[in-house]
Structure formats: C-alpha cells, structure tokens
C-alpha cells in the first residue's frame, strides 16, 4: 500500500499556506480586516518577542489607509468597548482624524471615556505619526468640548499622568469655559493666578490639605496627594476612596504604610474586591487579577488574597459552558514566556502569554469539567489538573510547564490518533507553530484537524490568538474561528460561535456589529 501520508486525497484538497510566520514556517494570512482586528485587541505597541513596536505601527496605519473608515472606527470601539484597550482604540481614533474622517466626533465620543484617553489620543495625534503633527480644528473642537463637560471629579483624574500633562492639553486648545469655577480650575492647573474663591470644592480641599491648613483628608485621587506624609488611618480611608482599578494596583501600597492593619480595613478592602457589580464596571482583564494576587506581598491579609480569587472568577462570568467534549490546547512553548502586553522600559507587565493561555484553560475548565486540557511545545505536555480546584490555582500549575518549540499540531494530532470524537477545540497560542513545518500544501495544523473532522464532521476548531503577527496555522471557515484578545471579550465570540450564531466572517461579523 501506498505512503498514506504522501498520497493523502483529503490532505491534497486543503488549501495551501499562503505566508510565512514570524519563524518562517507556513501559515496562514489573515484578511486586512482581520488583520487590524487582531493588532487592535493585542497590539500594545510595545516590542513583543518577534516584532517590534514600530513594525506594529507601520502595519496597523497601513491598514487604516487601506480599510473602510467604517470599519476601522468600528474596530476602534470594538478594542475599546470589549477589548478594554487604550494605545490601539486611541491610535486608530487619531488616525481617522487625520484623515479628517466625518466618523470621527461620534467615535471620539464612545472611545475618549476618561481623562487618560483624552491625553492618549492628544498625544499620539500632535506625535506626528498620524502625518499631522498639529491636532487640527475637529479634533481641538472634540478635545475642548471635552474638558468644558467633565466633571471636577472627572479633571481631577485626568490631572494624574504626564506627556502630555492635563495642563499641556489645556494649554494646546485653550478651552472658554462658560463657568466660573472651570475658568478658576483651567487657571490654576496651568500655573496661572486664579480666583481662589471660585475653584470648585474637591480642589479647595487638595489645596487647604497640601498648604497644611486642614487636616482633612480631601476626597481626591490619592495621586495628587503628592509625597504628603499621610498615617496608617488616612491610607485606610484612602483605600476606601479608591477606585477598584486603583484598589487593586495600590494592596502592596497600602501594606507598606500599615493600612490593612488597621481595624476593619482589610475586610472592607476585600468586599470592594469581590463585589460582582464593581468588578464588572472596573473592566477589568482577568490576567490583571492573576497578576494582583502573584504580587501581593506576604503581608497582605489572606482575606485579600481570596477577595482576589473570587474576583477572578466573577471576570470570567463570560466563560461558555461548552457541549460535549472538549479540548483546551494552551501553549506552553518558549516564545509563551513573553509578557502579554510586550516590553516597554520601565513599563512591562509580569504577566507573561503563557499565563494568559494557562488561564483561558483552566476557566474552561471550570466551566466544563469533563474538559480535556493538553498543554503543548515540541509535545503535548503532561499536567495533573483537578476541575474542582480554583482558576487561579490550576492557571498557576499550567503556567509552570513548558519552554520548548511550537508544534500547534502535536496535540491535534494526539487527538486523531486516539480517533477521539472532538466537539469543540480551543487553541489558545501565539500561533508561531514551526516544528512542524511543511515545505508544501496545508500546514500540519489543519491536516491534522481535518483527520479529526472525519471522526467528527459537527467538530469546531477555536483558536484564540495573544499576539498580533498577522498570521494563523488554520485559516477562517465555517468550522475554524481566528480571535484575538486577552479579555473576557473572547469568550462571548466563542460562545456565539460554538452555538453556530456566527456566519463564516466570525470575529469580523462581530466588530462589523458595533454601533457607532
């Protein structure tokens, strides 16, 4: 008989690679408009482990010239609304006002919803990668509009950061304020004499606590308090003012100056930390509270440390509970080991893209606990899970492993040759699969899912992709979906596409659902 391998019908009619990937392997290209999907929910314009940050610029710039505005606003709200970014929202914004785009107020509108994202979009506007180094009549309107409708609350927060300051921005677009305490507020913000009488309340007290004469604690972002020497009583009211995201960044802050020894304080802390409503409204990245309890110091109350379990399992709300039999194929190979969010000097996360796919994995699990998990380098790796234990817990075991080359295959291939009957398939890798390289026709990716296609033909290939190269080991069909992201966003994708509530654009239906 014949070389089945070599003279395979079913293989010869899968269609061929089309690119290389990063390791010069074949792969698959995504669509332009996939493409910028994909950059706009993991593209953090920071260098990943095999691109740089100017390559993502160059690339996603590249693809607003080329895409319907229409599109590339939507993939802007998308990033912003489900994907919980800033740079990529912020970037594309820009880049629609630099083609003067009529799309651009009501955007500006959606995706500019606080102060940092106003400084964001001034910054990478006037930066002059957009082709305009000015910010150009609509967008200076936008900006001013902005800052004469926020709240004093609202300035007081964008007044936290640099480059560019909240009083450069003021100082660029000049807003007129119609009301006496704003005009007061813009005047001392930039350094000029302004009517002390007229400035509003939350800004009266930061300045009466700043020159000494109150001892009262201003209900103010702790940030603008300065190097002021507050006691351990003051940072546990301090801790209660905090908003959630803050909360969470400032445990180890709050140790250090003996807040959550203080009576009461470190249970108030961990209700606003397990509180379901705030956790949803924090928008918060379920990555970033495994990244909160990894950091946590010794110190910190274990009634903290739980608080931020429990969070993490209220942010994967999202999580499907799939049908049938499942797999979960997280990568655990080398390149895994990188931050998810890229290096930046002085700015990289400690949470690495193996986490995030460790994560994904065992909050499938969680949800499904008759599911399958195969983690994945050169093999498939060799990990005891317990569906009962925790997400962080089983996150952290699977995390552990690995560190070895990318073969995306290996644990299709395992699959199909037990002739397991596969329902749904999820991959979660940074597709960057070259073990496995073939020199002609489909990568050994799809090869082997088409092998587990044929034991079942329903069958659903999931993959979800950490970072933005532009390429995937199994392209788009009506069985296979591309996402990208590390926010419970994916889960609602996957969901709708597991129940077959996607048509064959999948994630790209999904952004061209948002209403602008």
């Not at 400032?250 to 397990?274: D, S, Y």
Request: hydrophobic share 45%.
């Amino acid at each position: 008989m014949a070389n089945f391998n070599l003279f395979n019908t079913r293989a010869a009619q899968l269609p061929a690679s089309d690119t290389l990937n990063q390791q010069q392997a074949p792969a698959y290209a995504y669509t332009p408009k996939h493409k910028l999907a994909q950059l706009a929910v993991t593209g953090c314009l920071n260098q990943t482990f095999y691109a740089d940050a100017e390559t993502q610029l160059a690339e996603v710039l590249k693809l607003v010239a080329e895409l319907d505005a229409r599109y590339v606003a939507k993939a802007a709200l998308y990033a912003r609304k489900k994907g919980h970014m800033k740079d990529m929202p912020a970037l594309l914004l820009a880049a629609l006002a630099a083609q003067r785009s009529s799309l651009v107020p009501a955007l500006f509108e959606q995706v500019v919803d606080n102060g940092k994202m106003l400084r964001t979009f001034v910054q990478i506007l006037r930066s002059g990668v957009t082709g305009r180094k000015s910010l150009g009549s609509q967008p200076k309107r936008l900006v001013q509009n902005w800052l004469n409708a926020a709240s004093e609350r609202q300035l007081l927060q964008a007044a936290i950061g640099n480059q560019p300051s909240l009083a450069d921005v003021v100082k660029m677009v000049h807003p007129k304020p119609s009301e006496a305490w704003r005009e007061a507020f813009f005047a001392w913000l930039i350094g000029k004499p302004a009517d002390a009488a007229a400035l509003p309340p939350l800004t009266r007290a930061l300045l009466a606590f700043r020159s000494g004469a109150s001892s009262e604690l201003p209900d103010v972002p702790f940030q603008l308090l300065g190097n002021e020497t507050l006691n351990a009583e003051q940072w546990a009211e301090l801790a209660g003012r905090m908003g959630w995201q803050a909360l969470r960044m400032n445990l180890n802050t709050l140790l250090r100056h003996g807040a959550l020894a203080v009576e009461g304080c470190a249970e108030r802390v961990a209700q606003r930390l397990a509180d379901a409503e705030a956790v949803a409204k924090a928008r918060v990245y379920p990555y970033q509270l495994l990244a909160a309890y990894r950091m946590t110091g010794d110190g910190v109350p274990l009634a903290v440390r739980e608080a931020l379990q429990d969070a993490l399992e209220l942010s994967l709300a999202n999580v499907p509970a799939l049908s049938g039999h499942v797999v979960v194929c997280p990568d655990v190979s080398g390149s895994m080991h990188s931050p998810v969010t890229g290096y930046r000097q002085g700015a990289t996360t400690a949470v690495r893209c193996i986490d995030v796919a460790a994560l994904v994995a065992a909050a499938i699990l969680r949800k499904q606990p008759r599911a399958q998990v195969l983690p994945f380098e050169n093999k498939v790796v060799k990990v005891a899970l317990n569906p009962r234990d925790s997400v962080m817990s089983n996150a952290q075991k699977l995390a552990a492993v690995g560190g070895g080359g990318t073969s995306c295959s290996a644990p299709l291939k395992q699959l199909a040759d037990a002739k397991a009957k596969v329902d749904t398939l999820v991959l979660v890798s940074d597709n960057e699969s070259w073990i496995d390289a073939r020199r002609h026709g489909a990568t050994e990716t799809l090869r082997q899912w088409e092998r587990i296609k044929h034991i079942n033909p329903q069958a659903r290939l999931i993959c979800i992709d950490l970072q933005p190269y532009g390429t995937t080991q199994a392209a788009d069909r009506k069985d296979i979906l591309n996402v990208g992201g590390f926010s419970d966003a994916v889960f609602d994708v996957l969901a709708q596409f597991a129940s077959g509530r996607f048509g064959a654009g999948h994630w790209v239906d999904a952004i061209e659902q948002m209403e602008l």
